[in-house]
């Protein structure tokens, strides 16, 4: 399975919302050159736990405008990206026609099946029901949990 990645920050300064569509673009477009996007590494710079879970929904949501049943796997991720950028994506992808890749989601977490002669791959990322914000092992067990059920769901 021949995968590469890529680094995305805005073009021009904005909002989270518009430097995240800026980054979109940019993804897309490296779509359109013979890549297959599977696993998007999204950090932001935001400093309640209500700005990253509405945030979050709405790249999510977004993102499966953008991809439809072929949306890769998503984590966000409260990390500041470089100043000035309130954004930035790591990106990986697999070389079109390298890989099968199948898009699914489980509890509305998007994640992906790459299958190949070589064998079969889950990636998923956003693991978590953010119900947790102050218990990290209940936090931690929960994430756990949503894998497995994936795992289960896939018969891995």
Known sequence: MAK???IYYPLTEGCIEEEWKQCLEQIENTRKSGYTPVKLNIFTNLSDID???????????????AFGTESPALSV????????????????????????????SFNSI???????ESGKEIW???ISSYSYPDDTRKA???AFDLMVAIL????M
């Open 77 to 104: 991720t409260v990390q500041p990206p470089e100043n000035p950028w309130k954004i930035a994506v790591e990106a990986a992808f697999a070389v079109t026609g390298s890989v099968n890749v199948t898009g699914k």
């Open 110 to 116: 998007p994640y992906i099946i790459l299958e190949s």
């Open 51 to 65: 700005s990253f879970l509405s945030t979050r929904q709405s790249v999510i949501n977004s993102a499966i405008d």
């Open 140 to 142: 931690a067990e929960k």
């Open 4 to 6: 590469t990645y890529f």
């Open 152 to 155: 289960d769901k896939e018969k």
């Open 124 to 126: 998923a990322g956003g």
